[in-house]
């Protein structure tokens, strides 16, 4: 099946920081990916939705000035949390997919401290 | 607006045990419903999917049928083994290739 890519696997970062996380369909070309966050034992939020050369639309709640969401190309969408703080500490998946099928990354541990 | 409605957890069963976990949604149209398990600090894997009304699907032992008349698609397994305690995720996709997930569903299978 196809394959979606994430990295880092895990960051940590100092409160004030940005951290960028990249989201990559490694043998696809993906129209649609999207954002989620999951907290501790809990299910997946859409957070935002990147079209491919068009700008991100994000989901209710969601900042959008602090998730920064770019999807520059086909194969790549970035999401950067600008000046992080300890309530961002999340599990962030992305997913990557065309008007068929979406595949899921494996997700990225951020912690902020 | 379109939903997903899981069993709540934590369950817990002896190896061997029957699993069923209850999965019912609301949606709009013909949406395709999802299973999916997240192992500890892992990103989900699709276990198995159904895109129309009748349709089963089935992988490593695991069964669901997308039952429309009751807007179901319970999980089922015959006999769990210690390797499937995950979290198991229902979900739906509708058009717009975006997804509506359940609350989750924690399974710990004990030897």
């Known amino acids: 099946g196809a394959v979606v890519s994430q990295h880092p696997s895990r960051v940590i970062c100092k409160s004030g920081t940005s951290v960028k996380i990249e989201c990559r369909s490694l043998?696809?070309?993906?129209?649609?990916m999207f954002w989620y966050r999951q907290f501790p034992k809990q299910s997946l939020m859409l957070m935002a939705t990147?079209?491919?050369?068009?700008?991100?639309?994000?989901e209710q709640g969601v900042e959008k000035d602090k998730f920064l969401i770019n999807h520059a190309s086909l194969t790549l969408s970035t999401l950067t949390v600008t000046s992080a703080h300890p309530e961002d500490s999340s599990f962030y998946i992305c997913?990557?997919?065309?008007?068929?099928?979406?595949?899921f990354g494996p997700g990225t541990r951020l912690t902020v401290t | 607006g379109d939903s997903v409605t899981q069993m709540e957890g934590p369950v817990t069963l002896s190896e061997e045990a029957f699993l069923t976990i209850n999965c019912t949604y609301t949606?709009?149209?013909?949406?395709?419903l999802f299973w999916y398990v997240q192992y500890p600090g892992e990103g989900l894997q699709l276990l198995l999917k159904?895109?129309?009304?009748?349709d089963k699907g089935s992988n490593k032992g695991f069964e669901a049928t997308y039952r429309k008349e009751t807007t179901s698609f319970h999980l089922e397994k015959g006999s769990v083994q210690v390797s499937d305690s995950a979290v198991y995720f229902c979900?739906?996709?509708?058009?717009?290739?975006?997804?509506?997930f359940g609350t989750g569903t924690s399974l710990t299978v004990i030897p």
């Open positions: 997913s990557a997919g065309t008007q068929y099928e979406q595949y």
């Open positions: 043998d696809f070309q993906a129209t649609t």
């Open positions: 990147s079209n491919e050369g068009s700008k991100a639309t994000y």
């Open positions: 949606a709009t149209g013909y949406p395709s």
């Open positions: 159904a895109t129309k009304a009748d």
């Open positions: 979900a739906l996709k509708n058009t717009g290739n975006q997804f509506y």
